[in-house]
């Protein structure tokens, strides 16, 4: 379900970039496509985006690379916390805030358009959307998905009709609010700048300074209320610091496209690792470099829009570590799988020869000289000639047995490990029908299942379970391919 997640803001952000596209019609009826000729930047817009020459592209580049650190940090622990979508409706929630503390401010003689008359209404809006989440999900039977639903229509809905209010004033000048839905990087101010830098820095400390705390909380909520944390507090706090980074990104990115940043970044670090310091770090440094490349492109291209381009370059963080990550990758899990295969079937190899050859008097009597046919092979499992061929080969690779013409040979490493591997098998076999009730029928199949991953020390558990075995190599509880062909 990931991916869908990192779908949603992507396809936003780019109909956002297609939006500047306009069709019309010249005269001679035929159709034309105007405002989509991108011209390439000069060497000074390059020189001046790369070395920072400019204050305003200074400004927005600091702003956007703050707030892609924070929120990658604390997009972590709430896509751990499978609250990943919590961030969506609070962004979404804080609507109705900004559009009644506009009005207020409008009321009373402020100057409506300030931040900080805007963002405490946001605050207060998105917190009250937040409560009304866990009041459902916790005074209901409804789950949190369908809280999150129903809270984030009605407020968008509730803040789209303010919006409609606040264009029929007569006071006041609402140019501009649209800012907070869509985002506006470029008109980023000092002031926007050193706002989202006080809200990202005190995010990260406390990110820092409470890593062992939501660690726990994320991962196992009871064993750390059991050792006396207050949940409760370490949730809140949790959430407190997703509304704090959704309400400053709302500036740059808007409250539609802020759930991105709150997200992906966090979903591309899962990938690369299994161990949570590391994806704070990885989600941080991909929570920037979406703000720095995203900011940079859109300062080159100046008809590209800044919230949506860092959603891009983040969504294609997130495609590059979904194909590439070093620990849940679709490729390193394809090679994976397919190392495990082979190598299951070079286990398979190796005691399908062992009970072919094995004398029933003595199971430990295995000539090494005695050469086994690939037809008799064959008919020991399902799998066709060229398989059992490269099986073969790479069994021979690995020195484990020789291949003459069509006869197949242990050599002393390959008996020894199929000696391994078939008393690891019948331990296996022991064990499921005696202690799982296991038909005799059935055991070979369902032990085929699980003893490829079977670990030494689980081997020797086997064995002390067993210990009414008769032998330390036990005989085979069902009849051998070997036996059938000879009856």
Not at 95 to 104: E, H, M, R, S
Not at 128 to 155: C, H, M, P, Q, Y
Not at 161 to 183: D, N, P, R, S, W
Request: charged letters at 20%.
């Amino acid at each position: 379900m990931m991916w869908r997640r990192c779908a949603l803001p992507f396809l936003f952000a780019f109909s956002l970039i297609l939006g500047d596209v306009r069709v019309g019609f010249c005269a001679d009826g035929n159709s034309s496509i105007a405002g989509t000729s991108f011209e390439l930047p000069d060497w000074n817009d390059v020189r001046r985006v790369v070395f920072l020459s400019d204050y305003n592209t200074r400004i927005v580049l600091l702003g956007t690379t703050l707030l892609g650190w924070a929120a990658g940090m604390v997009g972590s622990f709430t896509l751990l916390r499978r609250r990943a979508l919590m961030g969506d409706a609070l962004s979404h929630a804080t609507l109705p805030g900004i559009g009644l503390a506009f009005i207020a401010a409008t009321v009373w003689g402020l100057d409506e358009k300030s931040l900080w008359v805007l963002l405490p209404g946001a605050t207060l809006s998105g917190l009250l959307g937040v409560a009304a989440i866990l009041l459902i999900r916790n005074a209901t039977r409804l789950k949190e998905d369908t809280a999150l639903g129903a809270i984030l229509s009605v407020f968008f809905g509730a803040g789209m009709a303010i919006l409609g209010v606040i264009q029929q004033m007569k006071q006041g000048h609402a140019a501009g609010l649209e800012a907070f839905i869509y985002g506006k990087t470029a008109s980023m101010s000092s002031a926007d700048a050193k706002l989202i830098a006080t809200a990202a820095a005190l995010s990260i400390m406390t990110c820092f300074a409470l890593f062992k705390e939501f660690k726990l909380l994320c991962f196992d909520e009871v064993f750390a209320g059991s050792r006396g944390f207050p949940i409760v507090l370490l949730d809140i706090a949790l959430m407190s610091l997703v509304v704090f980074v959704s309400i400053v990104g709302l500036q740059a990115v808007g409250l539609i496209l802020m759930i991105a940043l709150l997200v992906i970044p966090a979903a591309a670090a899962r990938f690369w690792t299994d161990r949570m310091e590391r994806m704070v770090i990885i989600s941080g440094i991909l929570g920037m470099l979406g703000g720095i490349v995203g900011a940079a492109t859109s300062a080159l291209f100046s008809k590209l829009p800044s919230g949506a381009m860092i959603v891009l370059v983040c969504t294609a963080f997130f495609v590059i570590s979904m194909l590439f990550g070093l620990r849940r990758g679709v490729i390193i899990r394809w090679w994976r799988r397919w190392q495990l295969n082979q190598s299951i079937d070079r286990q398979h190899l190796l005691r399908a020869m062992y009970e072919l050859i094995e004398a029933p008097a003595d199971a430990n009597a295995v000539s090494t000289n005695t050469g086994i046919a690939l037809q008799d092979l064959l008919r020991t499992r399902t799998w066709s000639t060229h398989r059992l061929k490269r099986a073969i080969s790479r069994a021979q690779d690995d020195h484990l047995v020789n291949r003459v013409d069509n006869q197949v040979l242990f050599t002393e490493r390959g008996r020894t490990e199929a000696k391994r591997l078939t008393r690891q098998h019948r331990l296996w076999e022991l064990y499921l029908i005696t202690h799982a009730d296991t038909a005799t029928s059935r055991v070979d199949r369902d032990a085929d299942a699980i003893e490829h991953v079977l670990e030494p020390e689980i081997v020797e558990e086997l064995k002390t379970l067993l210990d009414d075995t008769p032998h330390e190599f036990p005989a085979s509880p069902h009849e051998l391919a070997s036996e059938k062909e000879v009856t």
